[in-house]
């Protein structure tokens, strides 16, 4: 039998995601989303579909942090943004995921 721990689980949040998928043409949504104050506060990347492998003319908008934050960002977005879910958001995260580490090799590689 395990010690009983005193940690106070709430102390420590699970931080969320989503991602979105905005049409090229709506791309100035992502400057909105980074003017507000709550959601400017979390850890939000962009990519274009093709540098991630992708087809299409789309952006993909990946927002991490607290849940108010991505709902604040799901309501400014609105109509211009779809939100992934199921497979497809976790196909879309494995991407974004795989392009930061491909991006953190090359930075070892040129300060390593």
Request: proline residues 2%.
């Amino acid at each position: 039998m395990y010690p009983q721990n005193n940690l106070n689980i709430a102390a420590f949040p699970i931080m969320a995601y989503a991602i979105f998928e905005i049409k090229k043409e709506d791309e100035s949504a992502v400057e909105e989303i980074k003017k507000d104050d709550l959601v400017s506060r979390q850890s939000i990347w962009t990519r274009d579909a093709k540098s991630l492998g992708i087809e299409g003319d789309s952006v993909f908008l990946k927002i991490e942090g607290d849940e108010e934050a991505i709902k604040k960002a799901e309501e400014i977005l609105g109509e211009r943004a779809k939100k992934l879910e199921g497979e497809e958001r976790e196909r879309v995260n494995e991407k974004f995921i795989a392009d930061e580490e491909k991006a953190s090799e090359g930075m070892g590689f040129i300060f390593g």
